[in-house]
């Protein structure tokens, strides 16, 4: 049995790629000539301020839209959540 779950965007996703990217260009204004390098750091940086509850919140969220992907057989569920 082929299932092909329709998962809409997981919303805890784009948070943490909107949480990282907040945090390494709120201050690029400021310095508008940052190398590579401490882009890099930056990019390091922001990730170590994920907390254990950010990545709990988001686990939880990914549960529940597969438990919900498998009780609509694989069809559209956003509109349950």
Request: glycine share 4%; charged share 25%; aromatic share 12%.
């Amino acid at each position: 049995m082929e299932l092909a779950c329709q998962i809409p965007r997981f919303k805890h996703y784009g948070f943490f790629w909107g949480f990282v990217k907040s945090v390494v260009y709120e201050t690029l204004d400021a310095e508008p000539n940052i190398t590579r390098h401490q882009l890099e750091d930056r990019i390091r940086n922001a990730f170590l301020l994920i907390t254990p509850e950010m990545l709990a919140k988001a686990r939880a969220s990914l549960v529940e839209r597969v438990a919900l992907c498998l009780e609509s057989n694989g069809g559209l569920f956003e509109h349950l959540l």
